[in-house]
């Protein structure tokens, strides 16, 4: 993907295709097992893996376009990233506002970027 879909998919707050992921294709615990400024990480099944979601929180619907934005930008260049150490983007949501990548257990962030 490009600079220029990249900047498509921020001004028309929409998403590529090839990223969105039907939400009743996910099975999200109902608790989070990590929480950020950002939002809440769950634990989830995609067509039977297990996956993370990273859910982006909101402060208020008065951002909500501002951050679907920034959210669709995010995605369009996470989703053309490749590289061992970055996890891969196997698509998103926008509602809610959900990234869906690999589940990688037992393992530190900290510990991967070494």
Not at 10 to 20: F, I, K, M, V
Not at 53 to 70: D, I, M
Not at 73 to 101: C, D, M, Y
């Amino acid at each position: 993907m490009s600079i220029e879909l990249r900047k498509i998919c921020g001004s028309r707050t929409t998403l590529p295709q090839l990223c969105q992921l039907p939400s009743h294709r996910l099975i999200i615990n109902h608790h989070p097992f990590a929480t950020g400024g950002y939002g809440d990480v769950y634990l989830a099944t995609l067509d039977g893996s297990k996956v993370r979601v990273n859910r982006v929180r909101v402060p208020h619907q008065k951002y909500l376009p501002l951050s679907k934005r920034s959210f669709c930008e995010g995605v369009a260049t996470w989703k053309r990233l490749e590289h061992p150490n970055i996890v891969i983007l196997l698509g998103a949501t926008l509602f809610p506002l959900q990234l869906i990548s690999n589940w990688m257990p037992n393992v530190a962030v900290l510990c991967k970027l070494r």
